[in-house]
């Protein structure tokens, strides 16, 4: 159903959670999905190396971010014990500090409890094939967090971008993804992510979220 490429094989998904209710609801959410196969669930970090020593999953679903529950904590505590399993978070909590602070501490992906099976589907898939994956509902308000932080510095090469790539710019600062983008723009994926390409070139920068911040930072798309 989507752009999954494992072979034949279903995702092992592996679930941590301390809310029983929210990780039972997971496990029967993910089992409508024929890709994805929950292997196990845990309530607490220390169940899940034997889980994954157990089960191998391919992909660790983080569900945290209520209240009394350090996120950060969690997360460092799961990449030191598990350091090539990617983590993909799910959480109430969607601010930018908090979103920005888990993906320092270790996560690859992040989503709000208002996604859909389909977004949770594609984000699996995307972090197992080592690329990060962040909601897009969340992506706008951490790109200007992130701008603020940075230092003033050159930020020209606005006006080297072609006016596609500007619109395809545009567009990765909407926190669009390449699908989306290629529907709005009426071009093809592959040409989207061409496009990518040749603006990090022109920008000096390495990914999607550098391209969207630096955009942010020098207000080329400011009201």
Same mark, same amino acid.
């Given at each position: 159903?989507?752009?999954?490429? $494992? ?30 196969? !929950? ?9 899940? !190396? ?6 191998? +999953? ?7 971010? /209520? ?11 799961? $990449? ?5 399993? +990617? *983590? ?7 601010? +930018?500090?908090?979103?920005?602070? #888990? *993906? $320092? ?6 989503? +709000? ?37 940075? &230092? =003033? $510095?050159?930020? &020209? ?14 567009? *990765? !600062? ?7 983008? #290629? ?25 999607? =979220? ?9 207000? /080329?798309?400011?009201?």
């Amino acid at each position: 159903m989507t752009n999954r490429q $494992k072979g034949s094989e279903a995702f092992r998904v592996l679930i941590l959670c301390a809310q029983t209710l929210v990780r039972e609801g997971l496990r029967l959410l993910i089992a409508g999905d024929e890709d994805l196969d !929950v292997v196990a669930v845990a309530a607490a970090v220390a169940e899940v !190396v034997t889980a994954v020593s157990r089960h191998q +999953p391919d992909v660790l679903i983080v569900a945290v971010g /209520w209240e009394g529950e350090d996120c950060t904590a969690v997360l460092q505590q799961l $990449k030191s014990a598990c350091p090539n399993l +990617p *983590l993909l978070v799910i959480s109430p909590d969607t601010h +930018p500090e908090q979103v920005q602070t #888990a *993906l $320092k501490a270790g996560a690859n992906g992040y989503l +709000p409890l208002s996604a859909d099976l389909d977004e949770l589907a594609q984000a699996v898939f995307a972090v197992c094939r080592g690329e990060m994956s962040i909601h897009t509902a969340i992506l706008p308000a951490l790109y200007i967090h992130m701008a603020g932080q940075t &230092s =003033t $510095k050159e930020t &020209s090469g606005f006006d080297d971008l072609s006016p596609r790539q500007q619109e395809v710019l545009a567009c *990765l !600062v909407r926190g669009l993804s390449d699908r989306d983008i #290629a529907q709005e723009l009426f071009i093809s994926v592959r040409t989207v992510q061409t496009h990518l390409t040749h603006i990090y070139n022109r920008l000096g920068v390495h990914s999607r =979220t550098e391209a969207a911040v630096m955009a942010v930072h020098a207000g /080329w798309f400011a009201d």
